[in-house]
């Protein structure tokens, strides 16, 4: 079990970019899958983007093209780097390890 801290939210304009980071208190290179979510007022909470150890990636038909998710083992980090922001981006995001570890979100709200 790790813990999860995320950084790098705010506030942007449309179109604007975000670059999100989970920082984890251990090695993160064992870690199978690990996703980002995001949960918007009132809805569910989504699956954003996935990467595995072995770096392969998948990603919501939503920000297909504008997301990228990665990972530095050597920093025990993941990554969201978030491009062409949308106002329908606005939600929280949260980082997450497949054995069900959670941070504790980060707040996005992209302004028309």
């Known amino acids: 079990q790790v813990q999860l801290v995320e950084s790098g939210g705010g506030q942007v304009q449309a179109g604007g970019s975000l670059r999100l980071s989970c920082a984890a208190s251990?090695?993160?290179?064992?870690?199978?899958?690990m996703r980002w979510y995001r949960q918007a007022p009132g809805n569910q909470r989504e699956v954003v983007a996935m990467i595995l150890s072995s770096g392969v990636t998948n990603y919501a038909d939503s920000v297909k093209g504008r997301f990228t998710i990665s990972r530095d083992n050597a920093k025990n980090t993941l990554y969201l780097q978030m491009n062409s922001l949308k106002p329908e981006d606005t939600a929280v995001y949260y980082c997450n390890t497949w054995k069900g570890d959670w941070g504790q979100g980060t707040q996005v709200t992209v302004s028309p």
């Open positions: 251990g090695s993160i290179s064992s870690i199978y899958v």
